[in-house]
């Protein structure tokens, strides 16, 4: 099973930046693509960003130009640089994975506890 742990959220002013960490363990076939998602109070979880295993990225039209996404395959760690923060950016973010158990077996998705980030003056 594929565990998925984040870290580097916290309270930032707006304008400011923020790094949040996804690291990925378990003994695993493969980690596919892997996703950033955020829930804020009140509203459903959306998707944030996205990259495949292969580097193929997409973001969600309201963080273009703002988030980067990325991850090292190798250290099994996947990142959201997140520049320009706006109050509207406050949520819980979480990391996803899809991957492969064994292989030939169907693909499972994995979920991170989450981490807070507050974007406010």
């Known amino acids: 099973q594929l565990q998925l742990v984040e870290s580097g959220g916290g309270l930032v002013q707006p304008g400011g930046s923020l790094r949040l960490t996804c690291e990925a363990s378990?003994?695993?076939?493969?980690?596919?693509?892997m996703r950033w998602f955020r829930q804020a109070p009140g509203k459903q979880r959306e998707l944030v960003a996205s990259?495949?295993?292969?580097?193929?990225?997409n973001y969600a039209d309201f963080v273009k130009g703002r988030f980067t996404i990325s991850r090292h395959n190798g250290l099994n760690m996947m990142y959201l640089e997140m520049n320009s923060l706006k109050p509207e950016d406050t949520a819980v973010y979480y990391c996803?994975?899809?991957?492969?158990?064994?292989?030939?077996?169907?693909?499972?998705?994995?979920w991170g506890q989450g981490t807070q980030v507050t974007v406010s003056s």
């Open positions: 996803n994975a899809a991957y492969l158990a064994a292989w030939g077996t169907d693909p499972r998705d994995a």
């Open positions: 378990g003994n695993v076939f493969n980690t596919g693509t």
């Open positions: 990259i495949t295993r292969g580097g193929q990225i």
